[in-house]
């Protein structure tokens, strides 16, 4: 599997910064979000809702992680998401 770049800015098509993904694959849209605890007890996760939306309206696909997922699990996730992005290992 490619190596994905850390906390990389994403920027939307009039240049306006639309996330900071924690995992990112930038070619092939790709962005992998760890979300920790805080996510489901924050009020404020709904900024993170939105942020998910804008980017599934600019064409990126989200792997949203939590901590009951295992190494296997992710691996498994990104393995199909890179697959149904054309990425051939």
Known sequence: MPEP?????IYGPDGRLVAIGDLVYEKLKIVIEYEGERWHKD???VIDVDRYNKLVLLGWSI?????HHTAADVERMVGEALALRGWRG
């Open 43 to 45: 009020p404020w996760s």
């Open 5 to 9: 770049a850390r906390n990389r800015r």
């Open 63 to 67: 792997i949203r992680v939590r901590k």
